[in-house]
């Protein structure tokens, strides 16, 4: 890996990120998704797969949190 290129891990795999702020938003999005799997809350889609449909779709820093937690 290239001494420039930045990653943060989550549970146990890397996360590529472009700026060192991106760790801050890696935790949150994490956070965000360890919430909603406690609370069983999808909302304002219908269910769990519908809701990973969606975000699936967005790419970015989100995916890459969704895979790294193996929702996806």
Do not use: C, F
């Amino acid at each position: 890996m290239p001494s420039s290129e930045l990653t943060h891990e989550l549970n146990g795999k890397s996360i590529r990120i472009s700026v060192p702020s991106d760790r801050l938003v890696v935790d949150r999005v994490a956070r965000h998704m360890q919430r909603r799997l406690a609370e069983n809350d999808w909302r304002p889609y219908g269910s769990q797969a519908d809701a990973l449909q969606a975000w699936s779709r967005l790419g970015g820093i989100r995916v890459d949190v969704l895979r790294a937690l193996d929702l996806l």
